[in-house]
């Protein structure tokens, strides 16, 4: 790319996050015991590092099927350059309140571990031939026994029933890092880039300390860390994009 057209393609530069809570920047508020949107959200942090205009139009509780049918209406509004496609943390989750209620039955996730697998396949297919380039993220890691306690509401009947459907608490884990590893799949398969968002997460001995006590959202520091490698991974690749190099959000 010439310095004149890469200069035109800076100006008009356009970006799309697709995403659920995470990405909408959804916290828990320990102090008022709900759910809330953090301001410091790593889309807004990343708004102030990049040149160009970001869209966020991740949605909270958002799977991959309802976002790619949002997605597939956004683009054709929005026309951006590069979309992050954030998805899996929903869709690998189950209704555990049914689960309570009756663990001997057949349970199934929100989206269907093959179903995930294709649709996001079709989504990169779909960015890629209206000549979008898609980037794809890796989930969080979550805590296993912080996330159990959320689902089974500290009932005791509840967490008996679950745990007799689950087997074990790590299971949770396991299943969850059956999508991220779908993703890591997709992205090889398809040749689409990848941030490694768990990876940054697992520098850290501790980890669960960036994530709310819900198990699975990250916290205020949680969502600097995505930032943070979102940033390393556009200075590595994309370091025209960046605003006075893209200092981390920590600095």
């Known amino acids: 790319m010439s310095e004149d057209s890469k200069s035109l393609f800076m100006n008009d530069i356009k970006y799309m996050i697709s995403g659920d809570s995470i990405s909408k920047g959804v916290i828990y508020d320990e102090v008022r015991s709900k759910y809330v949107i953090l301001e410091d959200n790593y889309v807004s942090l990343l708004q102030k590092k990049l040149i160009g205009a970001v869209h966020n139009t991740a949605r909270f509780g958002n799977t991959l099927i309802k976002g790619l049918g949002n997605l597939k209406k956004d683009i054709v509004k929005d026309k951006p350059n590069i979309v992050l496609i954030e998805y899996g943390g929903n869709d690998c989750d189950f209704n555990w309140n049914e689960i309570a209620d009756n663990p001997d039955a057949e349970h199934s996730p929100k989206t269907d571990f093959n179903v995930f697998e294709k649709m996001l396949t079709e989504a990169i297919q779909f960015l890629k031939n209206q000549q979008i380039t898609p980037i794809l993220m890796s989930l969080p890691p979550l805590n296993a026994d912080s996330y159990f306690k959320w689902v089974s509401r500290n009932d005791p009947e509840a967490e008996k029933n679950i745990m007799k459907w689950l087997g074990s608490v790590t299971k949770i884990y396991w299943w969850q890092e059956r999508y991220n590893s779908t993703i890591l799949k997709v992205s090889e398969l398809t040749k689409t880039k990848y941030i490694d968002v768990r990876g940054a997460f697992l520098e ?23 930032c943070d490698k979102v940033l390393e991974f556009i200075r590595n690749n994309y370091q025209f994009l960046l605003r006075d190099n893209g200092s981390l959000a920590f600095d």
């Open 204 to 226: 850290h001995p501790d980890f669960t300390k960036f994530l709310c006590s819900d198990g699975i959202h990250p916290n205020r520091d949680g969502h600097r860390i995505i």
